[in-house]
T-cell receptor
Framework: GENVEQHPSTLSVQEGDSAVIKCTYS??????FPWYKQELGKRPQLIID?????GEKKDQRIAVTLNKTAKHFSLHITETQPEDSAVYFC????????????FGTGTRLQVTL | DAGITQSPRHKVTETGTPVTLRCHQT?????MYWYRQDPGHGLRLIHY???????DKGEVSDGYSVSRSKTEDFLLTLESATSSQTSVYFC?????????????FGPGTRLTVT
């Protein structure tokens, strides 16, 4: 099955700075890589995803990059704001199809004023 | 939020008692999932369903069973609860099979086993 490692486990940035979270995966057949955001006491929600046929995807202040050769993908948040404070999870298909996902262990992002 | 509810939202039970958690959806999505969330472990898949009466194990299925007799309901049962099953349990649904792979999560159930 897939093995997903996520780093760092905690990240503190000042408001306005950029934040980068990185995940590595083990199965070269994986083709779908989502990122979920979970605010304190809330449910996880998808914020962005990328498929293996593209190397980068952007949505306003967030972007995801994918390096298939190195088997890693990263979440980039620019111009961070206090409302970006949350736990972020990456994921990859557990068995080569996106019907089942393996999640990373999460990164707690704290945006300080 | 997608039409997903979980019941109960909070439960305290004693070791050795059976517990059933319910996930109900109004989206008619084919796939349903049960995860547990623990500090340092992220979200781990317990069981999932790809249709009525079609279920399969996830990575942490020991001590858990599931049933899906209707499209809208997915039940998770702890036959004999243990303290190690104290956790927050999330249900999720997905349309996988179309081009939308997104999983939509329910509000979660906090279970404490004493």
């Amino acid at each position: 099955g897939e093995n997903v490692e996520q780093h760092p486990s905690t990240l503190s940035v000042q408001e306005g700075d950029s934040a980068v979270i990185k995940c590595t995966y083990s199965d070269s057949a994986s083709n779908y890589f989502p990122w979920y955001k979970q605010e304190l006491g809330k449910r996880p929600q998808l914020i962005i995803d990328i498929r293996s046929n593209v190397g980068e995807k952007k949505d306003q202040r967030i972007a995801v990059t994918l390096n298939k050769t190195a088997k890693h993908f990263s979440l980039h948040i620019t111009e961070t704001q206090p409302e970006d404070s949350a736990v972020y999870f990456c994921a990859a298909p557990s068995t080569g199809t996106a019907s089942k996902l393996t999640f990373g262990t999460g990164t707690r992002l704290q945006v300080t004023l | 939020d997608a039409g997903i509810t979980q019941s109960p939202r909070h439960k305290v039970t004693e070791t050795g008692t059976p517990v059933t958690l319910r996930c109900h959806q109004t989206e008619n999505h084919r796939y349903m999932y049960w995860y547990r969330q623990d500090p340092g472990h992220g979200l781990r898949l317990i069981h999932y369903s790809y249709g009525v009466k079609d279920t399969d194990k996830g990575e942490v299925s020991d001590g858990y069973s599931v049933s899906r007799s209707k499209t809208e309901d997915f039940l998770l049962t702890l036959e004999s609860a243990t303290s190690s099953q104290t956790s927050v349990y999330f249900c999720a649904i997905s349309e996988y099979g179309t081009q939308n792979y997104e999983q939509y999560f329910g509000p979660g159930t906090r279970l404490t086993v004493t």
